[in-house]
């Protein structure tokens, strides 16, 4: 049986839950006042520090969130997400043997962990290691099938491949996902660009879509539509 919690650990969750409702809006100036209103009645807590040190590595602060999270670690150095956001920030850091260090820690310590597996295909994809981004991604997206970012990352690393069916299919996976503006660009760029591409009803339609809103210019995307109306 689970110990009770007290009303003073009950009013810290309920300050840190508002605090990352702050974030999640935008309201990042609310937000870091909450989470240092947390770390004032309780020091140390690790969960806070990952939090503020999120909110400084997106505001630039870089120096800052590596202290932060530095401070995280020496309490709990078993926690997976605090080394994907060490990961994240001595990225931004520009120390990114240090930073891949942090992400393949992450994994070691949750192996399903969907994040930190898609921080580290980006990481490997920007040096130009292609298929061990690849490999990252499809095992971020074993994990979580319904992650759109890592469907149209996976899609970037096969086109850089050269695999630009594979690209498309994954390109597509994305988009039932959710609408990303990147990756309507990227389908319709790498559609342009393939070879052979598929007839189906949804693949029409999504070409459909890229003309009438204007993914790329009509142009770029003049010979598919004419392969598939060849198709008719």
């Not at 309490?75 to 942090?102: F, Q």
Request: one cysteine or more; charged letters at 25%; aromatic letters at 4%.
């Amino acid at each position: 049986m689970s110990a009770a919690v007290g009303p003073a650990e009950l009013a810290v969750r309920e300050a840190l839950r508002a605090a990352m409702a702050h974030h999640d809006a935008g309201r990042l100036r609310e937000a870091e006042a909450g989470y240092r209103e947390v770390l004032a009645s309780a020091p140390g807590r690790p969960d806070a520090l990952a939090l503020l040190a999120t909110l400084e590595q997106a505001t630039g602060r870089l120096d800052d969130a590596l202290a932060h999270v530095d401070e995280a670690l020496r309490t709990s150095a078993d926690a997976a997400g605090l080394h994907n956001v060490h990961g994240l920030v001595l990225e931004a850091r520009g120390r990114t043997g240090e930073a891949e260090a942090a992400y393949r820690k992450a994994c070691a310590l949750a192996p399903r962990f969907a994040p930190a597996l898609f921080n580290l295909g980006n990481l490997l994809r920007v040096q130009a290691r292609g298929e061990e981004a690849i490999a990252c991604y499809r095992r971020a997206l074993d994990a979580q099938p319904r992650y759109a970012a890592a469907w149209n990352n996976l899609g970037v690393a096969l086109q850089d491949a050269g695999r630009l069916e594979e690209a498309l299919a994954a390109y597509r996976s994305a988009l039932e996902q959710a609408d990303l503006a990147e990756c309507r660009t990227n389908f319709a760029r790498c559609a342009a660009m393939a070879p052979r591409i598929p007839a189906d009803a949804g693949f029409r339609a999504l070409v459909g879509r890229a003309l009438a809103e204007a993914w790329v210019r009509p142009a770029d995307l003049a010979r598919t539509a004419a392969t598939l109306l060849a198709a008719d």
